[in-house]
């Protein structure tokens, strides 16, 4: 099983680098990380664009699936969807926690929520990531 310092250096080159995605936990039940919300991912209110969410939330299902893909597979996203329900002003932080809702053998569903770092939830996503045979 990977862990997340092993992961976060995997990510640090990619978009989920680029964006500062910090893992913080990551096991086969539950992966947790934080982003700081800075200028350059907000909108024009100076609050976290949605997609700077929506993508913040698909690197966490990722990296939650691949915690429990076997040797050899890998995985991609097949279908999200998010509700928005708070705001996250730049200059703060979010926190992501991504928990399974299925986990099989050809698809696994998760669960993120995203919260502001007063504990205020921001958006619920859930996705399906398809296992890709080694």
């Known amino acids: ?3 997340a310092a092993t992961l ?14 910090r893992l913080t ?7 947790v990380a ?8 907000c909108t024009t209110g100076g609050v976290l664009h ?6 913040f939330a698909d690197t966490l299902g990722a990296v ?3 915690a429990n893909l076997p040797e ?3 995985t991609t996203t097949i279908e999200s969807k998010t509700n928005f329900l708070g705001a996250a002003p730049a200059g703060s932080r979010v926190t992501g926690e991504c928990t399974p809702l299925h986990r099989g053998r050809t698809t696994m569903v998760w669960q993120t929520l995203v919260k502001s770092e007063r504990g205020k939830l ?5 996705q399906t990531q398809l296992v890709l045979p080694a």
């Open 1 to 3: 099983m990977s862990t």
């Open 72 to 74: 050899g597979a890998r």
């Open 50 to 55: 949605g997609g700077a969410i929506m993508a």
């Open 34 to 41: 934080a982003m700081e919300v800075r200028p350059d991912l």
């Open 122 to 126: 921001c958006a619920v996503v859930i």
């Open 8 to 21: 976060q250096e995997v990510l640090k080159p990619l978009f989920p680098g680029l964006m500062g995605i």
């Open 25 to 31: 936990e990551v096991t086969p039940q539950r992966v």
């Open 64 to 66: 939650a699936t691949v």
